[in-house]
C-alpha cells in the first residue's frame, strides 16, 4: 500500500517483464526521499521476481526519487530531481542537486550501477525528465543556469559515455529548456517554456 500523499504514479515506465512507478514524495521514515515501486509481468517466462520497492540510503529529504523513469535495454533509470524544502535548515538539503541513478536486475533484486551528477550541487532539477532507448539515455535539467539543458549519455563497451551536455542558444534565460524529452534513435527533440505571464512555449532546433 502506498500514502496518498507520495505521488505515486508520477512516472512510469514498462520493459518486457517489469513494469516501475515513481512516488517521489515517498515519505517512508518522515524524510521524504521518494521511492520506486517495481511489479513484474505475471505472465513472465521464466518468472522475474517478486513486486519491490526501491530508494537509496543516500538521499536527503526532497530528492523525489522517483521524478523520472525509463528502462535502457535491461538497466532501470531513475530521476531525482531534488526540490528542497522551502525553509530548509540542513546545508545538505539545500545544496543538493538533481541525479540520475542506473541500477540492473541481478536475478534477485534491482543493483545500483552508476549514477550521474551535473557537478556542483545546484537547483537545476537535473533529472526531471528522463528517455532512453538500448543505445542511450537523456536526461534534463531545466532550471540549469542560462535557460536550462539536457544531457546525452550513450553505452560504451565499459558501461556508460561521459555525459554530453547540450544547451540552446537562442532559448530564453528563463525558458526552461528541457522541460521535456524524447529520444527516437539519432532524433532529440526538446521542449522548453518561459514562466513570464503572456508567454508561450518555444520551439527550438538542436
Do not use: K, N
Not at 540552446?168 to 505571464?197: C, K, N, Y
Amino acid at each position: 500500500s502506498t500514502a496518498a500523499d507520495e505521488r505515486f504514479g508520477a512516472a512510469l515506465a514498462a520493459s518486457a517483464q517489469w513494469l516501475a512507478v515513481g512516488a517521489p514524495d515517498a515519505r517512508r521514515d518522515a524524510a521524504g526521499r521518494g521511492s520506486v515501486y517495481l511489479m513484474p509481468r505475471i505472465d513472465a517466462d521464466p518468472p522475474v521476481g517478486a513486486p519491490l520497492s526501491l530508494t537509496l540510503p543516500e538521499l536527503v529529504r526532497g530528492d523525489q526519487f522517483g521524478t523520472a523513469l525509463a528502462f535502457s535495454a535491461g538497466t532501470l533509470l531513475v530521476g531525482a530531481r531534488h526540490t528542497p524544502a522551502q525553509r530548509s535548515r540542513r546545508r545538505r538539503e539545500r545544496e543538493a542537486g538533481g541525479s540520475v541513478h542506473a541500477f540492473e536486475h541481478d536475478g534477485a533484486t534491482w543493483q545500483p550501477v552508476a549514477q550521474w551528477r551535473p557537478g556542483a550541487p545546484q537547483r537545476d532539477r537535473f533529472g526531471e525528465r528522463i528517455d532512453a532507448d538500448a543505445q542511450a539515455f537523456v536526461t534534463s535539467a531545466p532550471r540549469d543556469a542560462g535557460g536550462g539543458s539536457v544531457y546525452v549519455v550513450e553505452r560504451s563497451p565499459g558501461g556508460w559515455s561521459p555525459p554530453l551536455r547540450l544547451v540552446a542558444s537562442d532559448a530564453p534565460a528563463s525558458g526552461a529548456f528541457g522541460i521535456d524529452v524524447d529520444l527516437d534513435g539519432a532524433t532529440l527533440a526538446v521542449s522548453t517554456q518561459r514562466f513570464e505571464v503572456g508567454d508561450f512555449g518555444q520551439p527550438v532546433t538542436l
